[in-house]
């Protein structure tokens, strides 16, 4: 789980990249001052991806509800799209330079992800992509073309823990430099994030975490990482 494995980092390594982050969605959260001007295709490019946000939204959708019975037909009336209205988008590209020690640091630390999902794409062939499960690090492969879809910490509240966020870092290399770039489908800020009723009935009526404002929980994550503790803890029930 991604609790115990956060527990188990005994030294604290660092991280070796360098990061762009910007907001690509809604358009009046942008700050294109710092948007790159080259090369020109930069800002078209985010523009197309970027909008309109509403036929992603359903598909995200789509692909999380088609395990359940109910499928798309239920959960498509419910607020869960209400919550993503707008669906604030960040996007950060990674840029992982090869370190001649690179045993002894990471491109980035294990961590989850404060959104609920996260789309990834490894740009060039270089592996890196490590997947945290039961205390070990398993890696992905870069595959040409292909988007990573990582579970983040909202959909595992909304899911009342039936899709469990990922656990994941980033390698580096020794001689060879890795590049990859993230999309970060978020709730809105003033939304109330918890479990739907859905995936509660369906795991026997009881809600396995607390409801929260999107606002505050962000506060409470960045919080956590900083005292070493794990956010969703905070919000289970259970413990």
């Not at 982050?21 to 991806?49: C, G, K, M, Q």
């Not at 359903?58 to 509800?65: I, L, R, V």
């Not at 330079?97 to 404060?114: E, F, K, W, Y």
């Not at 026997?204 to 506060?219: E, P, Q, T, V």
Request: with cysteine; glycine share 8%.
């Amino acid at each position: 789980m991604a609790r115990s494995l956060l527990c188990q980092i005994e030294k604290q390594k660092l991280d070796w990249a360098d990061m762009f982050y910007l907001v690509a969605w809604p358009n009046e959260a942008r700050d294109l001052r710092f948007w790159p001007a080259h090369p020109p295709s930069f800002r078209t490019s985010i523009d197309r991806y970027s909008s309109p946000p509403r036929r992603r939204r359903k598909w995200h959708a789509a692909c999380w509800s088609s395990s359940w019975p109910r499928t798309w037909e239920l959960i498509r009336h419910h607020c869960m799209l209400q919550m993503f209205q707008g669906q604030p988008q960040g996007l950060r590209m990674n840029h992982y330079p090869p370190c001649r020690q690179a045993n002894i640091v990471l491109g980035m630390s294990p961590h989850t992800d404060a959104a609920g999902l996260t789309l990834l794409l490894q740009v060039n062939d270089m592996p890196g992509l490590q997947i945290g499960r039961d205390g070990k690090w398993f890696a992905v492969d870069a595959l040409d073309g292909a988007l990573v879809l990582i579970v983040g910490d909202i959909l595992e509240i909304l899911s009342n823990g039936k899709y469990r966020c990922v656990v994941h870092q980033a390698a580096v290399h020794p001689s060879r430099e890795r590049m990859s770039a993230a999309v970060f489908h978020r709730p809105c800020l003033g939304a109330v994030v918890g479990p739907l009723p859905e995936p509660v009935k369906d795991g026997g009526g009881r809600a396995r975490y607390r409801s929260i404002g999107y606002l505050d929980f962000m506060k409470r994550y960045f919080s956590a990482k900083l005292d070493g503790l794990n956010d969703l803890d905070i919000l289970n029930i259970d413990l």
